[in-house]
């Protein structure tokens, strides 16, 4: 079974950090590409960094280049985002999803299986 477990998240100061962990299981961690994807109340689901686990190429979406750090532990099967200078802007449940295509568009449409999600809230 697959299973993409998120954590991390919660409440934090603007200016703050925190670190998103993913775990994955029940499939190759190695053979796939990780997306970061968040969802604020009354938005659409928004794509804003993706790692290609097999040679840690990543992508960024404008909205949070510079801030967020996206990496891999392929021992652990566990790939993680780092949030630095976090705004108020940036409050949303962030999902991590999982696509057998490796080099993907980091879309909605390329993920493949998805978690359930962590709550960030940052206050200014």
């Known amino acids: 079974e697959v299973q993409l477990v998120e954590s991390g998240g919660g409440l934090v100061q603007a200016g703050g950090s925190l670190r998103l962990s993913c775990a994955a299981s029940?499939?190759?961690?190695?053979?796939?590409?990780i997306g970061w994807f968040r969802q604020a109340p009354g938005k659409e689901r928004e794509g804003i960094s993706c790692?290609?686990?097999?040679?840690?190429?990543?992508f960024y979406a404008d909205s949070v280049k510079g801030r967020f750090t996206a990496s891999s532990d392929n021992a652990k099967n566990t790939a993680y985002l780092q949030l630095n200078r976090l705004k108020p802007g940036d409050t949303a449940v962030y999902y991590c999803a999982a696509a057998r295509r490796q080099y993907t568009r980091c879309i909605y449409y390329d993920m493949d299986y998805w978690g359930k999600g962590t709550l960030v809230t940052v206050s200014s």
């Open positions: 790692i290609t686990i097999s040679d840690g190429s990543t």
């Open positions: 029940g499939f190759t961690f190695d053979d796939y590409a």
